[in-house]
C-alpha cells in the first residue's frame, strides 16, 4: 500500500484512549497538540516510531471529527502530490467527498468508502516536512502516491 502512512480514531477523551493502548500494547506518543479548523477546536496525537502511525483526534460535536456518539475508526491516511487531483480521481471513481480542509488552508480531504466503514485521507505532501518534525523527527521521507 504505496503512500500509506496513518490509521485514525476519533475519540472523546484523547488521554484515556493514548493511556489504554499504551497499556494494552506498548504504544508511544508524542504529546497531544491541541489546534483549530474553521469553527473547530481538536486535539491530535500520534503514535512514534512509525510509519504506519495511529493517529487519535478529539473532536467535538459536529464537527469532522465528531465522536459524540463513542469512539470509532474514522480514516486511513495516505500522503498525495495533489490533493486536488487525487480528490477528484476519487470522486470520478464514485468515492464521495465527505470534508475538504483546503477552504480552511489545509490540504487535506477525506472520502467516504462504505465498504470499510470509514473514510480515506489524502494529504498533500507538502505537509510531510511539519508532519515529519512533529511527529516523527528521525524519519525520513515517505512515499507518495503521485496523481499527475
Known amino acids: ?33 491541541a489546534d483549530r479548523l474553521g469553527e473547530w477546536d481538536f486535539r491530535i496525537a500520534f503514535t512514534r516510531g512509525g510509519p504506519p502511525f495511529v493517529e487519535l483526534i478529539e473532536g467535538p460535536a459536529g464537527s469532522p471529527w465528531d465522536a459524540s456518539q463513542g469512539a470509532r475508526f474514522d480514516h486511513l491516511g495516505y500522503w ?11 470522486e470520478d471513481d464514485g468515492f464521495t467527498l465527505d470534508f475538504s480542509g483546503c477552504p480552511y488552508g489545509r490540504p487535506f480531504a477525506y472520502h467516504r468508502l462504505d465498504s470499510i466503514g470509514g473514510r480515506v485521507e489524502l494529504v498533500d505532501v507538502t505537509r510531510q516536512p511539519s508532519f515529519l518534525q512533529m511527529w516523527h523527527g528521525d524519519g525520513g521521507a515517505m512515499p507518495v502516491i503521485d496523481e499527475r
Open 1 to 33: 500500500m504505496t503512500a500509506f502512512y496513518h490509521v485514525c480514531f476519533v475519540v472523546p477523551d484523547i488521554e484515556r484512549a493514548m493511556q489504554d493502548l499504551e497499556r494494552s500494547v506498548g504504544a508511544e506518543w508524542g504529546a497531544p497538540a
Open 80 to 90: 498525495t502530490s495533489s490533493v486536488q487531483h487525487g480528490s477528484q480521481r476519487l
